[in-house]
């Protein structure tokens, strides 16, 4: 076959025509651009710092209108709009901002809230409420009402701090029941009457726990009665062996029931208490004797603590003011044998930053001088084998633990304000921030033990906030921010005794008490507490840093350095936030709590209260 002539200069394959790739590339680029623009605007939280750089680079004083409020967001053109979940009622105190929702695990609150101020809190837990009945009626001197008044302020805190909703009950809420008036016609001892006005009282509340005002809880918060009490069900009328009428638990029905029982009884006549009137042998179930509540019955005094015995039977108001000094130091023992490691003062960065944990020092060192007692080194009535009082360690370590045996006290700083003293002056800039400092670094070593180093911020978030709200780790800790100045009222409340001030004070910490500070960091921290001119230094630069941040967003268009700050450490500034929040959230509740119980009982005037009344409301 012979070969195939071709044209002269062709080729010897068949040429094919190569497409047009040009719109081809210039969609694809497109659409990568179009991808990196997305990706790079969704994290613009974390670049907050960089942009701010550059209008400062630009120049403070030229104002330039901000086109994003004018223009839709093109980043998410197909993305529907959201609406920001409802403004909860009392959710704001102050500049703390809070949403109550059971996603309050989630790292960051602004994915819920859509607020980056607003912190996302554990819902409240429903405090059941304990009753007590307290007579205003009978004849009783004026210093013995104002001893008996403190007690019962006593027995409010103690019950409050353990998560109970305490309520004094009078004659009035027994006037209200329906029973009332049978009881009226009946031929009652004294004793009996008085107890029975108790329970009717009780059953116009409806169901709860009943006690008398010198039971108190002596034990650990997540101690066994304590933690059934506080679920607030009680599906039967129970009483508990060796405290009498101390203590009742059940549901209205039920203790409705018993009244009217009692009303009928045949053993009515002659009778003292309750339960050698009723017939009925199982009206009640009877639980076992708790060991978790201190009963401060006549009984109990004259066999453990005679002189206030003595004192009660000389003069009744010098003893029911002994009674309740022994009650204070008891409460006070019982906290300090529940943290037998001491006391855990976090200080992550040491003495650099010692005026930041000065207020958390001036707690333990309070917590840690025993109160008074008239009978030294007595222990409560349901714990005979305590340890008495006396001073714990004080422990200073830079990152929190698991262990159970000590109690933490946590001071968690502004990020700006952690920034200037670590800086040693209050002039810092963006360079400093993003070239100088590690993101995040308060909450990386508080965790570190825990924790390891390799975790980012989103897990550590999630630790710290367990730590500080979780159910079972609340009670083992305080947690407060640096720059809030605490009172001991709040304090008290908190812990569920009165606090022994000694000389220290937490006013004077928060002021200028720099010798006050001294002498704790110098008795405590040997050898590393800051020298006297390092404390001096630190406390001017802490108070322009408290000015500056309560002025934050007030600066037009020159660099908000909080700002800056806050975008570098977007997980310090959630936990900062998180804690305020919670402090504030928990403040609310017990101020909004006093202020309902005194339309009941009256005002702070004594002309706007009846005699008697209110005066166990605390006013420091």
């Known amino acids: 076959m012979s070969a195939k002539a071709y044209p002269k200069n062709a080729s010897a394959y068949p040429q094919i025509s190569s497409p047009k790739r040009g719109p081809l590339v210039v969609f694809l680029t497109g659409a990568l651009l179009f991808v990196l623009f997305i990706s790079t605007s969704s994290v613009s939280d974390a670049s907050a710092a960089v942009k701010v750089a550059k209008e400062h680079a630009n120049g403070p004083g030229i104002s330039r209108p901000k086109l994003t409020a004018l223009l839709p967001d093109v980043r998410y053109p197909f993305r529907q709009a959201a609406h920001e979940p409802p403004v909860q009622r009392n959710s704001t105190s102050g500049e703390a901002k809070w949403y109550s929702d059971w996603k309050w695990m989630n790292p960051f609150s602004?994915?819920?809230t859509l607020d980056e101020h607003r912190s996302v809190?554990?819902?409240?837990a429903a405090r059941p409420p304990i009753y007590t009945f307290y007579n205003t009626e009978n004849e009783k001197t004026e210093e013995v009402r104002a001893a008996e008044s403190k007690l019962l302020l006593t027995w409010r805190r103690a019950w409050w701090a353990q998560g109970f909703k305490p309520v004094i009950l009078g004659r009035a809420e027994a006037m209200k029941n329906p029973l009332y008036e049978t009881l009226q016609v009946k031929e009652l001892t004294p004793a009996l009457e008085a107890e029975l006005m108790r329970w009717l009282a009780w059953g116009h509340m409806g169901s709860g726990v009943l006690a008398n005002w010198l039971l108190l809880p002596m034990g650990a918060y997540d101690d066994h009665l304590l933690s059934y009490l506080r679920r607030g069900q009680y599906p039967r009328l129970t009483r508990y062996e060796n405290l009498g009428s101390g203590l009742y638990s059940g549901d209205q029905p039920s203790i409705q029931a018993a009244i009217a029982i009692v009303l009928q009884s045949r053993k009515l006549t002659g009778a003292k208490?309750?339960?050698?009137?009723?017939?009925?042998p199982d009206m009640f179930a009877v639980d076992p004797k708790p060991s978790d509540l201190a009963f401060y019955d006549p009984g109990s005094l004259t066999a453990l603590y005679k002189p206030i015995t003595d004192a009660l039977l000389t003069n009744?108001?010098?003893?029911?003011?002994?009674?309740?000094?022994?009650?204070s130091s008891h409460l006070h023992t019982n906290f300090l044998n529940n943290y037998p490691s001491g006391f855990a003062v976090l200080s992550p960065h040491g003495s650099q930053s010692a005026v930041i944990f000065s207020q958390a020092l001036a707690i333990a060192?309070?917590?840690?001088t025993c109160t008074e007692s008239p009978v030294p080194r007595s222990c409560p009535p349901n714990m005979p084998a305590c340890t008495p009082c006396s001073p714990l360690k004080i422990n200073y370590p830079r990152s929190k633990s698991n262990d159970t045996t000590l109690f933490n006290i946590g001071t968690i700083p502004h990020p700006y304000t952690l920034a200037v003293l670590l800086a040693q002056r209050p002039d810092i800039t963006v360079k400093y921030i993003r070239r100088d400092t590690e993101?995040?670094?308060?909450?990386?070593?508080v965790t570190r033990d825990t924790l390891g180093t390799k975790l980012g911020g989103t897990n550590r978030i999630v630790s710290l906030k367990e730590e500080v709200a979780g159910e079972t780790s609340a009670a083992r800790g305080i947690w407060m921010t640096a720059e809030q100045n605490l009172q001991w009222r709040d304090l008290e409340w908190h812990f569920g005794f009165e606090l022994p001030r000694a000389d220290v004070s937490v006013q004077d910490v928060a002021a200028s008490g720099t010798n006050v500070q001294m002498k704790m960091f110098t008795s405590s921290m040997k050898p590393q507490a800051p020298t006297e001119e390092a404390l001096v230094q630190q406390k001017d630069i802490f108070a322009k840093a408290k000015q500056a941040i309560s002025k934050a967003g007030k600066a037009g268009d020159k660099v908000d350095m909080k700002e800056v700050v806050e975008a570098w450490n977007l997980a310090d500034t959630e936990a900062w936030r998180f804690v305020r929040a919670y402090e504030a959230r928990g403040k609310m509740e017990w101020t909004s709590w006093e202020e309902e119980e005194r339309k009941f009982i009256g005002g702070d005037d004594e002309e706007e209260r009846g005699e008697g009344w209110g005066r166990w409301f605390d006013r420091a």
Do not use: F, K, M, V
């Open 273 to 280: 208490s309750i339960l050698e009137a009723t017939s009925d």
């Open 316 to 327: 009744q108001a010098q003893g029911l003011t002994l009674l309740l000094s022994l009650i």
């Open 110 to 112: 602004s994915t819920i």
């Open 439 to 445: 993101r995040d670094r308060w909450l990386q070593i």
């Open 365 to 368: 060192h309070s917590l840690n």
């Open 121 to 124: 809190l554990p819902p409240p």
